[in-house]
């Protein structure tokens, strides 16, 4: 069975994967690596040089551990995978490349959201660079939502997230949920409420693993 790494850098990422790669990858000898500093030190710091050499350094410890590949699953340092996947002896894959690509073919105004400005510009960089042909981009870090998560106020989060989606949807023709865990608070909306294909990246970024699944 082919070792394929995944760096993480929330604690509750790995049970979210461990769940998606029997269905989405098939069999593979999954090994998770987490470090929650890498995510501490972007949001209040921006991606710092340190933070890109860390990633460098997973990925050549992923292939010195004898894996095929390795998967980075926070879109917040998805440019340090990219710079990885340069440099590295494996592929790196960034989880939210197969999100952009496909948001960016579904129509000409695409919307993002997020709560945390440090994911919200990487990823609309990356689906500026990945965009074709003109396209419009609207974005929102549905304010005051990370800092009632942060005071323990879930409800409050929600019903920010959840009314900034609604907005959102009603201007554009795409919109990409820049950090998966607010696809629970969209997918419990009442149906018709979000009119628009919504798109997130775990599912989607997990499948660039299938070449390495046992048939």
């Known amino acids: 069975m082919t070792r394929v790494c ?3 850098t929330v604690t509750s990422l790995p049970a979210v994967f461990a769940g998606l790669l ?9 090994v998770n690596m987490v470090d929650e500093t890498l995510l501490r030190d972007t949001v209040e710091h921006g991606l710092l040089p340190r933070t890109r050499r860390r990633v460098a350094d997973y990925a050549r410890f992923a292939e010195e551990s004898g894996a095929a590949a390795m998967l980075v699953t926070c879109s917040s ?3 340090a995978a990219e710079e990885a996947n340069a440099e590295a002896g494996i592929p790196v894959y960034r ?16 919307g993002i959201l997020a709560t945390l400005a440090a994911t919200l510009r990487p990823t609309g960089d990356l689906l500026r660079r990945r965009a074709t042909g003109p396209r419009e981009f609207r ?8 800092e009632a998560l942060k005071a323990g106020d879930t409800e409050r989060h929600d019903t920010i997230v959840a009314a900034e989606a609604r907005r959102l949807a009603a201007e554009v023709d795409v919109l990409v949920l820049a950090q998966a865990s607010m696809a629970r608070v969209v997918d419990a909306l009442p149906a018709g409420e979000v009119p628009v294909p919504v798109l997130t990246s775990p599912r989607s970024g997990v499948r660039q693993l299938r070449p390495y699944a046992t048939t």
């Open 77 to 79: 340092i998805g440019e």
């Open 95 to 110: 989880v939210d490349a197969p999100m952009a690509a496909e948001a960016v073919r579904a129509g000409g105004r695409i």
């Open 6 to 8: 995944l760096l993480h």
């Open 139 to 146: 974005e929102s870090v549905c304010p005051g939502a990370f």
């Open 22 to 30: 029997p269905v989405e990858v098939g069999a593979v000898d999954a």
